[in-house]
């Protein structure tokens, strides 16, 4: 009778669902680099930049092992300690590479939070160079300061709105620099009402004479932000920008030359003259949520697949049920399931 209680025990123990092992845990380093590009800007930005590097698990144990590296870029409003604290960044790197849904790399997320919180990755005359910053400056200090792959085949670029945005004009603009780039939500791929014209913060930044002054309107310091990187005017008026629009009494006034030049700063606008540099990546690809909250996303996200398709640039475009941030994060997120993916397949690892 004991022994054949002891086998039923047995038999119980054996069918106990075996509790999950927590991935090896990589290592967030946090270090800062004082950009020789950005210094003595006109619009008062901060040379020293913060970069938060994600080193994954064994890194320091294999001294010989070099690694692929991601850069992702941040969107507006956010930075990347967020992307690690708040968004939990590196555990779901651990927990993607002990899923097989990428191999060990290293990921890099530089600070481009400005004073009006958001670099664009864009070259300014008023905030700095951003852009050669982003695809140069870092990519030589990272190169020289970790165990990296440092050739283009062994480059990611991905990024989220903003990011997304930064993702595809650098790809367009640095030919050579990366193998592959995958934007989530891009914001601001081309000329939109949503984003061009938002009246009353329009109205609101027009008459600003301080950063103060706007502070709490989201749309006026996203407004500023992008006459900084895209109309800049070193210098001149309350931020060294002229805006899309001047206010008149109780109206506000088109100033086309600078639509225009927002225009011709958008990727769409971009894609014509440098196709090339396009046709070089081994993939390219974004995403976007139909709910997004910013409906311009969806609406020139497909523009851009109809463009890429129409000067027969390989692309992979895919629209889901989401908005702007609900399922990028996460194990059930974009970044898991699609972008992580895709750099394992089209980055070189050895």
Not at 110 to 118: A, D, I, K, R, V
Not at 129 to 153: G, H, M, Q
Not at 250 to 265: E, F, P, T, Y
Not at 324 to 347: A, D, S, T, V, W
């Amino acid at each position: 009778m004991r022994f054949f209680t002891l086998i039923l025990l047995l038999g119980v123990l054996w069918q106990r669902p075996v509790a999950a092992q927590s991935p090896a845990r990589g290592r967030v380093v946090v270090t800062y680099l004082d950009s020789k590009l950005l210094k003595g800007n006109p619009g008062g930005e901060n040379p020293r930049r913060r970069v938060s590097v994600y080193l994954p698990a064994g890194y320091e144990a294999t001294a010989a092992k070099r690694y692929p590296v991601l850069y992702y870029l941040h969107g507006f409003t956010w930075n990347d300690s967020l992307l690690f604290h708040a968004d939990g960044l590196g555990e779901l790197l651990d927990q993607a590479i002990a899923d097989g849904k990428i191999r060990p790399l290293i990921v890099v997320a530089p600070n481009e939070q400005t004073l009006f919180q958001g670099s664009f990755y864009t070259n300014s005359a008023t905030n700095g160079p951003w852009a050669d910053f982003t695809a140069r400056e870092l990519v030589s200090f990272i190169d020289k300061n970790y165990r990296t792959l440092a050739k283009p085949a062994s480059r990611g670029l991905g990024g989220h709105s903003m990011g997304g945005n930064g993702t595809l004009r650098l790809a367009m603009l640095y030919p050579g620099t990366y193998a592959a780039a995958y934007a989530l939500s891009p914001a601001f791929v081309a000329p939109h009402p949503e984003w061009m014209a938002a009246r009353p913060s329009q109205a609101a930044a027009s008459r600003a004479t301080s950063r103060a002054v706007i502070q709490q309107d989201f749309n006026a310091i996203r407004l500023v932000a992008c006459a900084r990187a895209f109309s800049p005017t070193p210098g001149k008026g309350a931020f060294g920008a002229a805006l899309p629009y001047s206010v008149s009494s109780d109206s506000l006034i088109h100033r086309d030359a600078v639509l225009a030049r927002w225009g011709a700063a958008s990727p769409v606008a971009l894609l014509p003259t440098h196709l090339a540099s396009l046709r070089q990546l081994r993939g390219l690809a974004f995403d976007w949520g139909e709910q997004d909250q910013f409906q311009h996303i969806p609406v020139t996200c497909r523009l851009l697949d109809t463009q890429l398709s129409a000067y027969g640039i390989p692309h992979a475009a895919e629209s889901y049920e989401g908005n702007h941030g609900n399922r990028i994060m996460g194990r059930e997120g974009r970044l898991y399931q699609k972008l992580l993916p895709f750099f394992n397949q089209l980055l070189q690892f050895e």
